[in-house]
């Protein structure tokens, strides 16, 4: 069975500190990039980082630039996002996403196409 598991998510003040997991099974992460997205409340799903495949390329929208760091380890088919300096408005459920791209060293932060999403885990940042 296939299956995208993401973990991590609670509650933080602002300031502080989460680092989200996103674990594969039933297929083989190494073979696709990787995308970070979050929903809030009455928002589109928006992408907040993204990985190649190689783990040599990565991409962040101006909002968590500096702050959000994605990495993957492909040994534990696992796909981290450490999240630092938390605003309010980081506030969202947070969905990990596949897609198996043609290209070594390429990612996208577009939610269209993606072969695999987990369900998500909620992060809450409020003091």
């Known amino acids: 069975q296939l299956q995208f598991v993401e973990s991590g998510g609670g509650l933080v003040q602002p300031g502080g500190s989460l680092r989200l997991s996103c674990t594969a099974s039933?297929?083989?992460?190494?073979?696709?990039?990787i995308g970070w997205f979050r929903q809030a409340p009455g928002k589109e799903r928006e992408g907040v980082s993204c990985i190649s495949k190689s783990g040599a390329n990565t991409r962040y929208p101006d909002s968590v630039k500096g702050r959000f760091t994605i990495s993957r380890d492909n040994a534990k088919n696992t796909v981290y996002l450490q999240m630092n300096s938390l605003k309010p408005e980081d506030t969202g459920v947070y969905y990990c996403a596949a897609i198996r791209l043609p290209l070594f060293n390429v990612c996208t932060l577009m939610a269209r196409g993606m072969d695999y999403w987990g369900k998500g885990t909620l992060v809450t940042v409020s003091s």
């Open positions: 039933g297929f083989t992460l190494e073979y696709y990039a």
